[in-house]
């Protein structure tokens, strides 16, 4: 399992961050942007303990299926699945739950052979 910190910045660059390594924030290099937000550093990303900033991400990630319409079978097959159990994970109530299979279906994502439109691409 990922930690917390690869977790969040793997989701937090899907949700249309940009990481930028060389910058610094309140003394600390490593900061993150994104248009019309706050720049944050990575301790202040919260997607794996707030509803708040996860659920955006997961609606995003169901948004997938009307933005590419994976019509090839297995891609089809493997997002339909893993919607499912995103899906399930969030109506366990349980956020880690919900944070682990976020980040599982965003590795899928990123490791598609070419990379997918995500909303507002």
Known sequence: MKSIEQGNKLIAEFDGYTYDPQK????????????EKMPLLIGQLKY?????????????????????????????????DLSEMLDNSV??????????????CIEWFNALPAPPKTEGQ
């Not at 924030?25 to 942007?33: A, I, R, T």
């Not at 708040?52 to 891609?75: Q, R």
């Open 91 to 104: 109506t366990m109530y349980e956020i880690e739950r919900a944070w682990v299979a976020l980040v599982e």
């Open 48 to 80: 794996h303990s707030s509803w708040d900033h996860l659920i955006p991400v997961c609606a995003k990630f169901d948004s997938l299926y009307v933005v590419n319409a994976f019509d090839v079978g297995d891609d089809r097959e493997r997002y339909h």
């Open 24 to 35: 610094i924030l309140n003394g600390q290099s490593g900061v993150f942007y994104k248009k």
